[in-house]
């Protein structure tokens, strides 16, 4: 990935910022996205830059068309094109059953998760198209296909980015790029740090290969959709998931 310009929305913590260190560390230069975790950012360019590679950090809310045009624009002044984008920027969700939740509650989390991609992805055609080369990864999520209590906002706005995903890579493939959605099980983030560790043990007892799925897990297979050696790889639902989510 020498030279490749990647931009990793919400790649201040978690599995977007071990996303951005492992394409720092493969040679693209990474722009790191954050809404509010400027210090976090931070951390993570400079990280990057110890090891010798380049990267810079940049604020946007993901939903924003002004904010996300001014990072798309200035990521472009900077380093001249954008070949990579990385769809992970996380919105809060109402965890409450179906009988519980409002409708502006349950709606809210898929407009949030799709204005995201939708939003992204206008901005940064352009330059793949005018390219002929780009690579879109979005991040789903298996609760998209294997419900779970208290997640059917997160899971119903997940199952619509996997559909606009097969859209997008239907429509931009003649421009030689493609489109494609990896999807994490569970994985030991900060947002997971909450969870009650009997909960964890019971998944990890489920799973095929016994244990909880870690940031780099996620990020080694967003990298592989990043580059060249998926280049006949398009509109395709990856589940990483230590074997929990076999169809």
Avoid: C
Wanted: hydrophobic fraction near 35%.
């Amino acid at each position: 990935m020498d030279n490749k310009v990647a931009i990793v929305t919400g790649s201040s913590r978690g599995i977007g910022a071990e996303t951005a260190k492992l394409l720092a560390k493969r040679g693209a230069k990474v722009v790191i996205n954050y809404a509010r975790s400027a210090t976090s950012a931070e951390e993570v360019v400079e990280s990057i830059q110890q090891r010798g590679g380049e990267a810079i950090a940049m604020q946007a809310d993901a939903r924003d068309m002004k904010q996300m045009k001014h990072l798309v624009d200035e990521t472009v002044k900077k380093y001249g094109t954008v070949d990579v984008f990385v769809h992970n920027a996380g919105m809060s969700f109402p965890k409450k059953t179906f009988e519980d939740m409002e409708w502006e509650e349950f709606i809210r989390k898929t407009n949030d998760e799709l204005q995201a991609a939708f939003v992204s992805t206008k901005l940064v055609l352009p330059y793949m198209k005018n390219q002929n080369y780009g690579k879109l990864v979005y991040v789903s999520s298996g609760l998209s296909n294997h419900p779970a209590p208290h997640f059917i906002a997160h899971g119903t706005s997940k199952g619509g980015l996997n559909s606009f995903v097969k859209y997008i890579a239907q429509e931009v493939g003649k421009y030689g790029i493609t489109a494609n959605a990896v999807s994490p099980g569970l994985v030991e983030t900060d947002a997971t740090s909450d969870l009650p560790e009997e909960f964890k043990q019971k998944q990890e007892a489920f799973l095929p290969l016994g244990r909880l799925g870690r940031p780099e897990d996620i990020a080694k297979a967003i990298a592989f959709y990043a580059s060249d050696d998926s280049s006949y790889i398009t509109g395709s639902y990856t589940p990483v998931s230590g074997g929990g989510e076999m169809n």
